[in-house]
């Protein structure tokens, strides 16, 4: 007669089989969390743009070759700006001469009518102190000739068509308009000794494509608290004209958004991308 064997009994130390990942119950996001993550996202990314960073295009030539028409900037807004208690472990500084700026130009542009404070990039040229005097297209700080930008153009030996180009006793509103009233008034009072002397609190501007530039020489100084940050490197460089970039409306926007999706390997500046503005 046969036996039946009855199975062994299992003991507590044998290995449990693992727990089948695809029987786990998955926990799906609400809704509100989707919309709180999104939120979240957003609001560090206007943190960054607002206060931290921000990104410029460059819309004129009056920093070529520094910058071309077409680039687009990453802008430190931390380094100049005014020191913060509520940040100290940043670091600050004054804006220093040879600084390439972004500024708010303290002379307000009318466009359709309304007035309108244009966010501008120039390279600084006198800090509160300096002696300033321009003779044949060569700018003096406190008596030495200063050299020009590196990646800046030359300027003619006679400069035409502009004024406040050459000596700045002769400075008188421009035939043209783009001097300002203002400025031609008030600019006698900063002269010592044929010097132009800038005043505390203040700085001078001038675009490294100085015979096309519509700087300080026109409008005057810049007060500190204009000034929004220093450019850092160009993330991006598409080839593009001052009327491309000045175009408004709907028809204009949609037909630029064709022509740079077409063109956008062909116009792109390659050997710009990541380029340190100095």
């Not at 939120?39 to 410029?56: D, E, K, P, R, Y």
């Not at 077409?70 to 100290?88: E, N």
């Not at 990646?151 to 035939?175: C, H, Q, R, W, Y």
Request: hydrophobic share 40%.
């Amino acid at each position: 007669m046969t036996k039946k064997k009855t199975p062994a009994a299992k003991t507590p130390n044998e290995a449990q089989p693992e727990p089948n990942p695809e029987q786990e119950t998955r926990v799906e996001e609400t809704p509100f969390e989707a919309v709180a993550s999104i939120c979240s996202v957003l609001v560090v990314g206007l943190f960054i743009l607002t206060f931290l960073a921000q990104n410029f295009v460059i819309p004129s030539g009056s920093m070529e070759k520094t910058l071309l028409v077409g680039d687009h900037l990453v802008v430190d807004r931390i380094t100049l700006a005014p020191d913060a208690k509520w940040m100290p472990l940043v670091r600050y500084r004054e804006p220093r001469r040879g600084d390439v700026v972004v500024f708010i130009k303290p002379v307000a542009d009318d466009v359709d009518g309304k007035p309108e404070y244009l966010f501008l990039v120039k390279r600084l040229i006198g800090v509160p102190g300096d002696h300033i005097h321009l003779r044949d297209g060569i700018v003096f700080i406190n008596g030495v000739a200063q050299s020009q930008p590196k990646d800046g153009m030359d300027i003619p030996a006679n400069p035409s068509e502009k004024v406040f180009l050459d000596e700045f006793p002769t400075i008188a509103p421009a035939e043209d308009g783009s001097a300002t009233e203002e400025w031609a008034v008030d600019a006698p009072s900063h002269f010592v000794d044929g010097d132009l002397v800038v005043p505390p609190g203040k700085y001078f501007m001038m675009g490294d494509n100085r015979h096309n530039s519509l700087d300080s020489r026109y409008w005057g100084f810049v007060p500190r608290e204009n000034i929004v940050g220093r450019p850092m490197f160009n993330y991006w460089s598409f080839k593009s004209s001052e009327d491309q970039l000045e175009q408004t409306g709907i028809g204009s926007s949609l037909a630029w958004m064709g022509h740079v999706a077409l063109h956008f390997f062909s116009d792109t500046r390659w050997g710009r991308t990541l380029h340190v503005v100095r």
